[in-house]
């Protein structure tokens, strides 16, 4: 299949990602100007949070914020209403004429969504500093809302520690493709990455790691740097940024990783693994590796303790708690695992993963919130209130779904970013962990399986992209991994699937790209040529 090439960029007239779910091409053009104002119809703080981003956004290009007016004038004006008969939560309808830009939106959410729909039509040069005095925006009439509410990206930043500037600038590019949720990655084995006071040494000791592989985990003989290497959030610094992904109507999910994943915690707390006498290190290649928390009450009452840290810093429903990739080794040969499988009467390591998730949960529902973990959650029966994020293939949601329980679709398929984007693999691009996942594959993808029942396929609630950073110890580089195959995902979570269309998404990508061009992202370029 041919692709279209950086030479052919075209302007194209509704370059709009995701593609709207009825968008009427009308005749005609707006001209903002600094003479236009903003009118609102209903002065609630989070509505004027929307627009607020709007007039900043002029200001920035034009040195000209958009004025709010407390009348509504018939020209060059930007009329912002809330409006009930729109049925979607995430619903909105945009209407752009020669006099006059109409949004209404079921809630502030929405209207934050049209003016990413709005933007999208400005001219890219509205993206930078710029002597733009003023610029048309073509007319049209969309009405909008999302297929799925879920519409999720994971940033790993435990394997490589990423400034808190980059983390902005990430959630300011997922919000301008209308992603709602950035699930934050914040422990493992090669890092802890969160500020906990009652525990110092998680950002004293497992934070750092004495050094880093050189090239592939798969290399032989393995290879290091010799430099030490880490970094931490400060809770204050997680606050702010927390409330900058609010004004942008995004929800941060924390990840802390349990059962296994946990090598950084226990170097700094080893009474927490099953044989505290043993030289637990902050490892320094990447794996699933054997030393997991142990399954005793100080291991409980550690995580509570962290839990409830976290939950003061991240208001979400949900918390992640990992539960992937947790060997059963060191249960196995933990006298202490094995009685509490006899005292609880449990039938092996995999029910007793099922017990420590459950425990967690029921914590985690006591404070008001809900779990999410990766699909190995489900071995030995899954907790009672969890959501699965399905990652080994769809297998797991499935059989989630089938039981009743909420499903994020995560395919290693289709949706692992971390992945090469040609045929050439390592001998043709930066080094990454393997596979190959072209925009066009991710694009492909539908998040629900056609093996459930209309009813099954209900509790899908979205899908999310994942970002591991094993081989990504930058943020040009994330950003290199992630654009343009986050425009893909924002398309197959937000867009109807029979509206889907890759050659139309090309032809819109092509142009509104051209953002990202003035934002100064590294995208690749690599979905412009047949690889």
């Given at each position: 299949?041919?692709?279209?090439?950086?030479?052919?960029?075209?302007?194209?007239?509704?370059?709009?990602?995701?593609?709207?779910?009825?968008l009427?091409?009308?005749?005609?053009?707006?001209?903002?100007?600094?003479?236009?104002?903003?009118?609102?119809?209903?002065?609630?703080?989070?509505?004027?949070k929307?627009?607020?981003?709007?007039?900043?956004?002029?200001?920035?290009?034009?040195g000209?914020?958009?004025?709010?007016?407390?009348k509504?004038?018939?020209?060059n004006s930007?009329?912002?209403?809330?409006?009930s008969s729109?049925?979607?939560?995430?619903g909105?309808?945009?209407?752009?004429?020669?006099k006059?830009?109409?949004?209404?939106?079921?809630t502030?959410a929405?209207?934050?969504?049209a003016?990413?729909?709005?933007?999208?039509?400005?001219?890219a040069?509205?993206?930078?500093?710029?002597?733009?005095?003023?610029?048309?925006?073509?007319?049209?009439h969309?009405?909008?809302?999302?297929?799925?509410?879920y519409?999720?990206?994971?940033?790993d930043?435990?394997?490589h520690?990423?400034?808190?500037n980059?983390?902005k600038?990430?959630?300011?590019?997922l919000?301008?493709?209308?992603?709602?949720?950035?699930?934050?990655?914040?422990t493992?084995?090669q890092?802890?990455?969160?500020?906990?006071?009652?525990?110092?040494?998680?950002?004293q000791?497992?934070?750092?790691r004495k050094?880093?592989?050189?090239?592939h985990?798969?290399?032989?003989?393995?290879?290091y740097?010799g430099?030490?290497y880490?970094?931490?959030?400060?809770q204050?610094?997680?606050k702010?940024?927390?409330k900058?992904?609010?004004?942008?109507?995004?929800?941060?999910?924390?990840?802390?990783?349990?059962?296994g994943?946990?090598?950084?915690?226990l170097?700094?707390?080893?009474?927490?693994g099953c044989s505290?006498d043993?030289?637990?290190?902050?490892?320094?290649h990447?794996?699933?590796?054997k030393?997991i928390?142990?399954?005793?009450?100080a291991?409980?009452?550690f995580?509570e303790?962290v839990l409830t840290?976290?939950?003061?810093?991240?208001?979400?429903?949900?918390?992640?708690?990992?539960?992937?990739?947790?060997?059963?080794?060191?249960?196995?040969?933990?006298?202490?695992a094995?009685?509490?499988?006899?005292?609880?009467?449990?039938k092996?390591e995999?029910?007793?993963?099922?017990y420590?998730i459950q425990?967690?949960?029921?914590f985690?529902n006591s404070?008001g919130?809900?779990?999410?973990?990766?699909?190995?959650i489900?071995?030995?029966?899954?907790?009672?209130?969890?959501?699965?994020?399905?990652?080994?293939?769809?297998?797991g949601?499935?059989?989630a779904?089938?039981?009743?329980?909420?499903?994020?679709?995560?395919?290693?398929?289709?949706?692992?970013?971390?992945?090469?984007?040609?045929?050439?693999?390592r001998?043709?691009?930066?080094?990454?962990?393997?596979?190959?996942?072209p925009l066009?594959?991710?694009?492909s993808?539908n998040?629900?399986?056609?093996s459930l029942t209309?009813?099954?396929?209900?509790?899908?609630?979205?899908?999310?992209?994942?970002l591991?950073?094993?081989?990504?110890?930058?943020?040009?580089?994330?950003?290199?991994?992630s654009f343009?195959?986050?425009?893909?995902?924002?398309e197959?979570?937000?867009?109807p699937?029979?509206?889907?269309?890759?050659?139309?998404?090309?032809k819109?990508?092509?142009?509104?790209?051209?953002?990202l061009?003035?934002?100064?992202?590294?995208?690749?370029?690599?979905?412009?040529?047949?690889?």
């Amino acid at each position: 299949m041919l692709h279209l090439r950086a030479s052919a960029q075209e302007k194209y007239r509704y370059a709009i990602i995701p593609k709207p779910v009825k968008l009427e091409e009308r005749e005609g053009e707006f001209t903002l100007n600094k003479k236009t104002t903003i009118y609102l119809s209903s002065a609630t703080a989070d509505l004027k949070k929307a627009t607020d981003f709007l007039s900043d956004l002029v200001r920035n290009a034009t040195g000209n914020p958009l004025m709010y007016t407390d009348k509504a004038a018939k020209k060059n004006s930007i009329h912002v209403s809330l409006d009930s008969s729109i049925t979607h939560q995430e619903g909105y309808e945009l209407t752009v004429s020669s006099k006059s830009i109409q949004i209404k939106a079921k809630t502030p959410a929405g209207a934050f969504l049209a003016v990413q729909s709005l933007r999208q039509l400005f001219p890219a040069d509205i993206e930078a500093s710029t002597n733009l005095k003023r610029f048309t925006i073509p007319a049209v009439h969309i009405q909008d809302e999302p297929r799925f509410a879920y519409r999720g990206v994971m940033l790993d930043v435990a394997r490589h520690f990423m400034p808190l500037n980059f983390i902005k600038k990430y959630i300011d590019l997922l919000a301008f493709y209308k992603i709602n949720t950035f699930h934050f990655h914040l422990t493992e084995d090669q890092g802890w990455r969160i500020e906990i006071k009652k525990y110092p040494k998680l950002q004293q000791v497992g934070a750092w790691r004495k050094e880093t592989l050189i090239g592939h985990n798969n290399d032989k003989p393995r290879q290091y740097d010799g430099k030490r290497y880490g970094g931490y959030y400060t809770q204050e610094e997680l606050k702010e940024l927390v409330k900058y992904a609010q004004d942008r109507f995004i929800t941060i999910i924390p990840e802390i990783e349990m059962p296994g994943h946990s090598q950084a915690a226990l170097a700094a707390y080893p009474e927490l693994g099953c044989s505290p006498d043993a030289n637990y290190e902050v490892a320094t290649h990447w794996g699933i590796f054997k030393d997991i928390y142990c399954p005793n009450e100080a291991t409980f009452t550690f995580l509570e303790d962290v839990l409830t840290e976290v939950m003061a810093i991240f208001p979400s429903k949900y918390i992640h708690i990992g539960g992937d990739e947790a060997p059963k080794d060191a249960w196995k040969k933990s006298a202490y695992a094995q009685e509490v499988i006899k005292r609880e009467g449990l039938k092996d390591e995999h029910e007793l993963q099922s017990y420590f998730i459950q425990r967690m949960e029921k914590f985690l529902n006591s404070k008001g919130r809900s779990i999410i973990g990766w699909d190995e959650i489900l071995e030995g029966g899954l907790a009672p209130n969890a959501t699965v994020m399905s990652w080994r293939g769809e297998k797991g949601g499935i059989a989630a779904a089938k039981q009743g329980h909420k499903v994020i679709m995560s395919p290693s398929s289709h949706l692992y970013i971390d992945s090469y984007q040609t045929k050439a693999g390592r001998k043709g691009e930066p080094l990454a962990i393997g596979r190959y996942l072209p925009l066009e594959k991710v694009y492909s993808y539908n998040p629900v399986p056609k093996s459930l029942t209309p009813e099954e396929g209900k509790l899908v609630l979205g899908a999310q992209a994942n970002l591991w950073t094993e081989y990504i110890p930058t943020s040009d580089h994330a950003e290199f991994m992630s654009f343009p195959r986050i425009c893909a995902l924002a398309e197959i979570t937000w867009t109807p699937l029979a509206q889907k269309n890759y050659q139309d998404f090309l032809k819109r990508l092509n142009s509104n790209i051209q953002h990202l061009d003035k934002l100064k992202v590294n995208y690749s370029k690599y979905y412009q040529s047949t690889p």
